[in-house]
């Protein structure tokens, strides 16, 4: 009669003492979570109906004390890395939590991905947008930093704000007229129809190295919004409309948006760290 010979399993070291929390238990727990968008009380009830019993107190737990005790130090070194690079993007959303004392609470995203050699994302959640967040996350940086309008980006150090061509459009779209009743093209909508034409030469020039896109963009980008802010400069728009208050923000924010016009590395819109948001949120 043939012996047979059982062999335990060597289980993996518990992330945690007395615990079962085996590294790639909690790894899946934060991939349903965080990549799934999976809430760890319908993970609960999941795992309840294979017949494990794992209520969602533990797995929080195990979550929380995994990223400060194994993630932090990795995030530290990636936003290190980030840091390294001379040009960043930043946006920041607002974002909902049940047990904060505000009723408003914020995400940040710092990344680096469009051309960097080691491609980053931070995120970072605080109970405020006070400028004091990216002024202690950017204190080390030097560089020209991809933003929106938000005015504290505009009084940090050693730091050039390269500001979003999609605002701009967003802005002059809000103004389009609800009628169309007027047979000639609406000043909005040929600002619309000019950006259009830009970022479709942008999009062929994707290919390209960021030395040749420089070059492009200097030869035939740059004229044409140079012709674009002598029309929208002789615009006549009623005071504090949404056309006045489009070419405002695109007069006020010119130097900002022509530094893509530096650096071919640089884009001329932020639409990075808006996609990163909103798959946060």
Known sequence: MQKVISKKTKLS???????????????????????????????????????????????????NESADRYLKPVANQMLATILLDNYIHIDETPYRVLESEKATNYFWAFSNFEHSEKPFVIFHYAQTRSREIPRAFLADFKGYLHCDGYSSYDSLENILPVRCYAHVRRKFYEALPQTTACETIHPAEYVLN?????????QDWKPLS????????????????????????????????KLDKAIQ???????????????????LTNNQSERLIKDLV
């Open 249 to 267: 923000y695109f007069m006020k924010y010119r130097k900002d948006l022509e530094r893509v016009f530096e650096d071919g590395r640089l884009e």
């Open 210 to 241: 960021p030395k040749e896109r420089l070059v492009q963009r200097k030869a035939e980008l740059k004229p044409r919004m140079d012709a674009l802010y002598r029309y929208v400069g002789e615009i006549s728009a009623v005071p504090k409309s």
């Open 194 to 202: 000019q950006l259009k034409k830009c970022f479709k030469l942008e």
């Open 13 to 63: 070291t518990p992330l945690f003492n007395n615990s079962f929390a085996s590294p790639s238990l909690v790894a899946e727990i934060a991939t349903q979570k965080f990549q799934n968008k999976v809430p760890v009380y319908r993970l609960e009830k999941d795992l309840s109906t294979q017949g494990y019993s794992l209520n969602r107190q533990v797995m929080n737990y195990w979550l």
